[in-house]
């Protein structure tokens, strides 16, 4: 990641903060133990810019947490 990249995704993240929303899926609510679940119900057959493993899904949804 740039440096540019990071400051426009944490700008995005105070934003959403401000209004209230939720930013992370612990936010959200969503525990730890529930990453595998939400992997193993993601569609990962869809066009995407890059193709995904079921442990590139967990390594992201445990980045948001």
């Known amino acids: 990641e740039s440096f540019r990249e990071l400051q426009l995704a944490r700008s995005g993240a105070d934003f ?15 525990p730890e133990e529930g990453i595998e679940k939400i992997a193993d119900r993601t569609d990962l057959s869809c066009f995407s810019y890059q193709e995904l493993t079921r442990a590139d899904v967990i390594a992201i949804l445990r980045s948001a947490l």
């Open 16 to 30: 959403f903060r401000e209004l209230g929303a939720p930013v992370t899926l612990t936010e959200l609510g969503v």
